[in-house]
């Protein structure tokens, strides 16, 4: 795929695709975010992601593929991790005060 972990890439595209089970065509319908549903079954969300550092043409690929997740889901995890770090920031300062 030549894509880069930890590199910052651009969404430029994000559609749903598959096969239109009346006409037969291959279809391409146009999502508004990542978390929009995919209303046809049997139709796979797609992403093209660009970064003019790596590539020189957007690269297309699944958010699975790549790992992609949420901003919401990096700060609960991030969250996750800070709050022990809280406490013993508490507990260090709380007998540095003594």
Do not use: C
């Amino acid at each position: 795929l030549n894509i880069w972990v930890d590199a910052g890439y651009e969404i430029v595209a994000l559609y749903a695709q598959g096969v239109n089970p009346q006409s037969g065509e291959l279809e391409r319908l146009p999502l508004d975010t990542l978390s929009d549903p995919v209303r046809n079954s049997g139709y796979t969300r797609y992403i093209q992601v660009f970064s003019p550092k790596y590539h020189s043409a957007p690269v297309l690929v699944t958010p699975e593929e790549i790992g992609l997740i949420t901003i919401k889901a990096e700060l609960q995890e991030a969250m996750l991790l800070a709050i022990p770090g809280f406490f013993w920031v508490f507990v260090a300062s709380a007998f540095a005060s003594n």
